[in-house]
Each structure stands twice: as structure tokens, then as C-alpha cells.
């Protein structure tokens, strides 16, 4: 594509030489230009100078003339003899017509052209009167007097004329000098310039054949970089590592390598044949997405990577990364590199798979670690549910020994019926949470309040830990905000740190067995859940290790629970570890992350824990 006219004219100015040229071309100019003013002003001055000179030439002249006539006249006077007097008229004609003549050389100058008019005027009167003057001569002698004075008059005239005109002849010649002198050192400061700007073309020009050569070399090593770049660039395109294409804007495709070819289907022949168009691969769903990457093609020049789908030749569908970038700006081609998904989708879709039937076996775990944890708290759970129901019984009765009283103490029988209700509803509320921890249900979170689930897994275990002399103890934080969880889920966690700390102190011979639950809020803006018993503790080279598969330090253990324990907290988002107690035993703990609503709605905080609270 042509450059513009004056960007290609800047161009060419950018060249020393060419500017050099342009500079002496322009002194010429110039030169000549004050050369051409200067000659004619010059020429002026020498016009001036030669016309003043005439004036006092023919001044001169005149001033002859009549000294002549006043020889002549005067020798006449004196002698009366007619042969000083020349022809009748001739003397008197030359006057006039130097009188006439300087007239006409003094019309421009409106003073001289004021006295040559009087000048003439007196001229005429004074010849006239001297020939008056001659014919009474003889009769009169004051007539050569009278004719001396008329011709001092005209002299004086003439002089005065002189004056002035070789006053203004000596400014002119001066003038005229001046010019001289400066038109000499005009042309020596041009000459000198002229070599001056000569060497300086001179030195331009070598270094303007050095640039070129420089120039010269440096386009053959461009030429052979790109030539070698565009070999790599061929060779990456063959290479058919992903696909290439080369592609107008509006959608034609006009170049592709083989890798681009066998993800759509198509063969070379399709491609040359030109059936190859971008609005023939995308599927209508995806037309919007491309007036899009068209229209950042066109604003920034480049499109980055997204994820679409190509429709192939035999009409399946491939999904596909593709992202291009334009030649130049202003252009309408460009490249695109296109890589095919089908591999990772497919992997994609068999880890989900097996991220499900990971879900699905952690689940059947899960349910066979509650329902055994739930088989070894059998006994209390029966204490539990005998509870309520052995209570309604005697209120039953009570109730009915008010009603045989007489008369029916029926307030006493109204209270009795609600203790009975009472007792109902506690004692469906145990069977309820026995039902969910036993039952098979997929994981249903949320937003619920973690000391709501202490409190009620501690009501199930109660009875085991009285029966094991276990102090349950409790330091809960109140206003703790909600968590989201499944509530079976982490209810199995509590469950299995509490009866696993129960365990623990039962084999311990002497010395107070205690388990404090606390809760609080945790640094990281989350909830924090710690289980501490006084039992054996752990030992520090198997902390480690608790938490693995199949680990257990149970005669009778499958060394499951702990892991699945911190797999359901680990899929909340939450951590959980382990160390050691002080002064001896155990501590459990594990975080877990806000509900969304309450990150967003809450500060981080420090809740301060209450008392503690015995639960046993």
C-alpha cells in the first residue's frame, strides 16, 4: 500500500543530502532575489548619478553661452566695432535652447524645475533688453553697466542652480560608492557561502553514500531475517503442533495447516476451492460471540483466547480454543490459532464422573461409619428414648389418679397432659435425629448455627458419657453467625470426635476424664470448633497419620472415621488437624467458612466464649 503524499515527501526531506539541495536551492533563490533588488536599486542610483551630472554639463554650457555673449556685447560696447557681434540671433539661439534643454532635465525635480523656468525667463528678458540696450549704445554710456548687471544676474542664477545640482551629485556618487562597496562584499559573502554550502554538500554526501551502504546492508541482513523468520513461521505452520489459519475479516478463510483442517473435517481441496468461511464452522449460537471478537479485532487488532465450537464437515460438533491476532493495523487479515478441546472435555467429563462416584462411595462411608457409630451408642440411645417415654407413663398416671380424685383436680390434670406432651415431642425429637444420622440421603446444605448441632449431638451422647464417667463440659460463643452445611453431615464429625474422646478416657485408670467442646469465630473470618479430652493423648510422630485411610489405633477400628471426618470438612471449605492437650489428652478442631450472605453482611470479629457449661 502507497504512502501518502506528505509522508512521502517528509521522507525524502529526512535525507541530509536532499535537504542540503534544498537549502541551496532556497539561498539562491533568495540570493537572487536581494541580488535582482539590489542591481536595480544600483542602477538607479548610476541613472541619478548621470542625470546630475548632465544638469551641471549643460549648466556649464549655459554659463559658456552667456559669458560669451557678454564678451561679445562688451567688446561692442567698448569699441562700436560689428565684428564682435557674431550673426543676428545665432548666440541668442544656443541660450535658448540650453535654457529649453535643462528645463527638460529638471521637470522631475520640482525647485531646480522652478529656477531653470525662471532661469529661461530671465535669459530672454536680458537678451532682449541688451539688444535694446545695443541700439542705443552709442547715445548712452550707462548701457555696458546695465548689461553687466543683467548677466551677473543670470550668472548668479546659474551658479545657484550649479550648487544645488553638485550638492545632490556628490550624495548620489557617495550613495552610488556605497553600493559598490556592498554589492563586492555581497558577492564575496555569497561566494564564500556558495563553497561553504558546496563542502557541506560535499560532506553530506559521503555520509549519504555511508547511510546508504549502511542501509543497502542492513536490508540485505532484514531480507535474510525475514527470510529466515518466515521459515520458522513456515515451519511452525507445518509443524500442525495446533491449528493456523489465515483468515479475512469478514470470515473467509484463506490459508490453513493440516492440524486446522482434520478438526473440521474438511480437506485441502475445500479450502482451495474457497468453502471455507467462518460463518459455515460456527453454529448460530455462536455468531453473537464472533461479530464480538470481530469487533475487538477491528478496535485493538488482537482477539484473545475463547472457547467456542466448530461445526464439521460431516456436521458434528468440536469444541475448540481459538484466539487471533491482525496483520497490521488498518488491514483486514489476520491469523487464528485453534486448538482442539475434545480431549480435555473428555477428560473433564470423566474427572467429574469420577468426581461423583468419588462423591457416591464417600457418601456409602460416611452412612456405614454412622450407622456403626450409631450401633455402639445403642445402649444409649435406648437410655435416651426410655427417658421421655417412662416419663409419660408416670404422668400418665398421675393424670389419671387426678382425675379419680373428688371432685377431678383438673388444673392439676391440664398440667400433667402437658408434661405428657412435652415428653412426646423430646422424645420424637431423639428418634427424629437418630433417623437422620442413620438414614441414606444425598447432602443437602444449609445455613444453620453450629452450637445448635453441638448442643444436639451432645443430648445423644449423653448417656454413654455417664456411663464411661465422662464430664461433658461446653464453651460455646453466642451470637456466632450461621455456617452453611449439611447438617447430617457434620453432625457425623461431632459424633465421631466426641465418641471417639469417650473411648479414649475409658481406658484411663485413674485421673478425672473431661471433654470440653468450644466454639468461636475463627481469624480467617470463619467458625472454629474444638473437641479437648484428658485422655491418653496422641503420639507426635502419628499426628500426622491419623487422618489417613484405613489408620486406626483401635484394636477393633477400620481407621475410617477420622478420614472421612476431614473429607466432609474439606468439602465445606473448612481444615481440621490435631495435637496434643495440656496437660495431657487430645484436642480435635476444624474451621469452617461463613454462610455467603453473612460474609458479606458481617465484620470480622473476635466472639468472646461463655462460661463453661457442664453437659453430664
Given at each position: 500500500?502507497s504512502?501518502p503524499?506528505?509522508a512521502?515527501?517528509?521522507?525524502?526531506?529526512?535525507?541530509?543530502?536532499?535537504?542540503a539541495?534544498?537549502?541551496l536551492?532556497?539561498?539562491?533563490?533568495a540570493t537572487?532575489f536581494?541580488?535582482l533588488q539590489?542591481w536595480?536599486?544600483?542602477?538607479?542610483?548610476?541613472?541619478?548619478v548621470?542625470?546630475?551630472?548632465?544638469v551641471?554639463e549643460t549648466?556649464?554650457?549655459l554659463?559658456?553661452?552667456v559669458?560669451?555673449?557678454?564678451?561679445?556685447?562688451?567688446?561692442?560696447l567698448?569699441?562700436?566695432?560689428p565684428?564682435?557681434?557674431?550673426?543676428?540671433?545665432?548666440?541668442d539661439e544656443?541660450?535658448?535652447r540650453?535654457?529649453?534643454?535643462?528645463?527638460?532635465?529638471?521637470?522631475?525635480?520640482?525647485l531646480?524645475?522652478?529656477?531653470?523656468g525662471?532661469?529661461?525667463?530671465?535669459?530672454?528678458a536680458?537678451?532682449?533688453?541688451?539688444?535694446?540696450?545695443?541700439?542705443t549704445?552709442g547715445?548712452?554710456?550707462?548701457?555696458?553697466?546695465?548689461?553687466?548687471?543683467?548677466m551677473?544676474?543670470?550668472?548668479?542664477?546659474?551658479d545657484?542652480m550649479v550648487?544645488h545640482?553638485?550638492?545632490r551629485l556628490a550624495?548620489?556618487?557617495?550613495r552610488?560608492e556605497?553600493?559598490?562597496?556592498?554589492?563586492t562584499?555581497?558577492?564575496?559573502?555569497?561566494?564564500?557561502l556558495?563553497?561553504?554550502?558546496?563542502?557541506?554538500?560535499?560532506a553530506l554526501?559521503r555520509?549519504?553514500?555511508?547511510?546508504?551502504r549502511?542501509?543497502?546492508?542492513e536490508n540485505?541482513?532484514?531480507?535474510?531475517?525475514?527470510?529466515?523468520?518466515?521459515?520458522?513461521?513456515r515451519r511452525?505452520?507445518d509443524?500442525?503442533i495446533?491449528?493456523?489459519?489465515?483468515?479475512?475479516?469478514e470470515g473467509?478463510?484463506?490459508e490453513?495447516?493440516?492440524a486446522?483442517?482434520?478438526i473440521?473435517?474438511?480437506?485441502?481441496?475445500?479450502?482451495?476451492?474457497?468453502?471455507l468461511h467462518?460463518t459455515?464452522?460456527?453454529p448460530p449460537?455462536?455468531r453473537?460471540?464472533?461479530v464480538?471478537?470481530v469487533?475487538?479485532l477491528?478496535?485493538?487488532?488482537?482477539?484473545?483466547?475463547?472457547?467456542k465450537e466448530?461445526v464439521?464437515?460431516?456436521?458434528?460438533?468440536?469444541?475448540?480454543?481459538?484466539?487471533?491476532?491482525?496483520?497490521?493495523?488498518?488491514?483486514?487479515?489476520g491469523?487464528?490459532f485453534?486448538?482442539?478441546?475434545?480431549p480435555?472435555?473428555?477428560?473433564?467429563?470423566?474427572?467429574r464422573?469420577?468426581?461423583?462416584?468419588y462423591?457416591?462411595?464417600?457418601?456409602?462411608l460416611a452412612?456405614?461409619?454412622?450407622?456403626?457409630?450409631?450401633?455402639?451408642?445403642t445402649?444409649?440411645i435406648?437410655?435416651?428414648?426410655?427417658?421421655?417415654?417412662?416419663?409419660?407413663?408416670?404422668n400418665?398416671?398421675?393424670g389419671?389418679?387426678?382425675l379419680?380424685a373428688?371432685?377431678?383436680?383438673?388444673?392439676?390434670?391440664?398440667q400433667t397432659?402437658?408434661?405428657?406432651?412435652g415428653?412426646?415431642?423430646?422424645?420424637?425429637?431423639i428418634?427424629?435425629?437418630?433417623?437422620?444420622?442413620i438414614?441414606?440421603?444425598?447432602?443437602?446444605?444449609?445455613d444453620m448455627q453450629?452450637?445448635?448441632?453441638v448442643?444436639?449431638?451432645?443430648?445423644?451422647?449423653?448417656?454413654?458419657?455417664?456411663?464411661?464417667?465422662v464430664?461433658?463440659?461446653?464453651?460455646?460463643?453466642?451470637?456466632?453467625?450461621?455456617?452453611?452445611a449439611?447438617?447430617?453431615?457434620?453432625?457425623q464429625?461431632?459424633?465421631?470426635l466426641?465418641v471417639?474422646?469417650v473411648?479414649?478416657?475409658?481406658a484411663?485408670?485413674?485421673?478425672?476424664r473431661e471433654?470440653?467442646?468450644?466454639?468461636?469465630?475463627?481469624t480467617?473470618?470463619?467458625?472454629?470448633?474444638?473437641?479437648?479430652?484428658?485422655g491418653?493423648?496422641?503420639?507426635p510422630?502419628n499426628?500426622?497419620?491419623?487422618?489417613?485411610?484405613?489408620?486406626?489405633?483401635?484394636?477393633?477400628?477400620?481407621?475410617?472415621?477420622l478420614?472421612?471426618?476431614?473429607?466432609?470438612?474439606?468439602?465445606?471449605?473448612?481444615?481440621?488437624?490435631?495435637?496434643?492437650?495440656?496437660?495431657?489428652?487430645?484436642?480435635?478442631?476444624?474451621?469452617?467458612?461463613?454462610?455467603?450472605?453473612?460474609?458479606?453482611s458481617?465484620?470480622?470479629?473476635?466472639v468472646?466464649?461463655?462460661?463453661?457449661?457442664?453437659g453430664?
Amino acid at each position: 500500500m502507497s504512502a501518502p503524499a506528505p509522508a512521502l515527501s517528509l521522507r525524502w526531506f529526512a535525507r541530509p543530502l536532499i535537504l542540503a539541495v534544498a537549502v541551496l536551492v532556497g539561498l539562491f533563490v533568495a540570493t537572487s532575489f536581494l541580488g535582482l533588488q539590489y542591481w536595480q536599486e544600483r542602477q538607479a542610483t548610476h541613472h541619478f548619478v548621470a542625470h546630475s551630472r548632465e544638469v551641471v554639463e549643460t549648466l556649464d554650457r549655459l554659463r559658456a553661452i552667456v559669458a560669451e555673449l557678454e564678451t561679445e556685447r562688451r567688446g561692442y560696447l567698448m569699441t562700436l566695432d560689428p565684428a564682435y557681434l557674431k550673426a543676428y540671433g545665432v548666440s541668442d539661439e544656443s541660450v535658448r535652447r540650453e535654457a529649453q534643454a535643462l528645463q527638460m532635465l529638471v521637470a522631475d525635480d520640482p525647485l531646480q524645475g522652478l529656477r531653470a523656468g525662471h532661469l529661461a525667463l530671465t535669459v530672454v528678458a536680458t537678451l532682449r533688453e541688451i539688444d535694446e540696450l545695443l541700439k542705443t549704445a552709442g547715445k548712452s554710456g550707462l548701457a555696458a553697466l546695465a548689461m553687466i548687471r543683467s548677466m551677473d544676474e543670470i550668472r548668479s542664477q546659474i551658479d545657484q542652480m550649479v550648487d544645488h545640482e553638485r550638492f545632490r551629485l556628490a550624495g548620489r556618487e557617495a550613495r552610488a560608492e556605497a553600493f559598490e562597496q556592498r554589492w563586492t562584499r555581497l558577492i564575496a559573502g555569497a561566494v564564500a557561502l556558495v563553497v561553504a554550502l558546496a563542502g557541506a554538500a560535499l560532506a553530506l554526501a559521503r555520509i549519504e553514500t555511508k547511510r546508504r551502504r549502511q542501509a543497502t546492508e542492513e536490508n540485505i541482513q532484514l531480507q535474510s531475517d525475514l527470510a529466515a523468520r518466515d521459515i520458522k513461521i513456515r515451519r511452525l505452520f507445518d509443524a500442525n503442533i495446533i491449528g493456523i489459519i489465515i483468515w479475512e475479516v469478514e470470515g473467509r478463510i484463506l490459508e490453513a495447516n493440516d492440524a486446522f483442517l482434520r478438526i473440521v473435517g474438511y480437506d485441502r481441496d475445500d479450502l482451495l476451492s474457497g468453502r471455507l468461511h467462518r460463518t459455515d464452522l460456527t453454529p448460530p449460537e455462536w455468531r453473537d460471540r464472533d461479530v464480538q471478537t470481530v469487533a475487538e479485532l477491528k478496535r485493538l487488532g488482537t482477539a484473545h483466547p475463547f472457547e467456542k465450537e466448530y461445526v464439521r464437515k460431516d456436521g458434528s460438533r468440536v469444541p475448540v480454543l481459538i484466539g487471533g491476532t491482525m496483520f497490521g493495523a488498518g488491514g483486514d487479515q489476520g491469523v487464528g490459532f485453534v486448538l482442539d478441546l475434545t480431549p480435555l472435555k473428555r477428560a473433564e467429563a470423566e474427572g467429574r464422573e469420577h468426581e461423583r462416584r468419588y462423591r457416591e462411595a464417600l457418601m456409602e462411608l460416611a452412612h456405614a461409619n454412622r450407622v456403626t457409630t450409631m450401633g455402639q451408642l445403642t445402649a444409649s440411645i435406648a437410655h435416651e428414648v426410655n427417658q421421655p417415654i417412662a416419663a409419660i407413663v408416670a404422668n400418665a398416671e398421675a393424670g389419671l389418679n387426678w382425675l379419680e380424685a373428688q371432685p377431678p383436680n383438673l388444673a392439676r390434670v391440664r398440667q400433667t397432659f402437658g408434661w405428657i406432651t412435652g415428653d412426646g415431642m423430646r422424645a420424637g425429637d431423639i428418634i427424629g435425629r437418630i433417623r437422620a444420622l442413620i438414614r441414606k440421603a444425598p447432602p443437602q446444605k444449609e445455613d444453620m448455627q453450629v452450637n445448635q448441632a453441638v448442643l444436639e449431638v451432645i443430648a445423644l451422647t449423653r448417656s454413654e458419657a455417664l456411663k464411661n464417667g465422662v464430664s461433658v463440659q461446653t464453651q460455646l460463643a453466642e451470637g456466632l453467625p450461621s455456617i452453611q452445611a449439611d447438617r447430617v453431615q457434620l453432625q457425623q464429625v461431632l459424633l465421631n470426635l466426641i465418641v471417639n474422646a469417650v473411648e479414649a478416657m475409658a481406658a484411663v485408670g485413674e485421673g478425672e476424664r473431661e471433654l470440653l467442646i468450644s466454639t468461636g469465630r475463627d481469624t480467617s473470618s470463619g467458625v472454629h470448633v474444638t473437641v479437648r479430652d484428658s485422655g491418653p493423648g496422641l503420639d507426635p510422630k502419628n499426628v500426622e497419620c491419623l487422618f489417613d485411610a484405613f489408620y486406626t489405633t483401635k484394636p477393633t477400628g477400620m481407621g475410617m472415621g477420622l478420614a472421612i471426618c476431614r473429607s466432609i470438612i474439606e468439602v465445606h471449605g473448612g481444615r481440621m488437624w490435631a495435637g496434643a492437650n495440656e496437660p495431657r489428652g487430645a484436642v480435635f478442631q476444624f474451621t469452617l467458612p461463613l454462610a455467603q450472605d453473612e460474609t458479606a453482611s458481617r465484620p470480622l470479629k473476635a466472639v468472646e466464649p461463655t462460661g463453661r457449661r457442664s453437659g453430664a
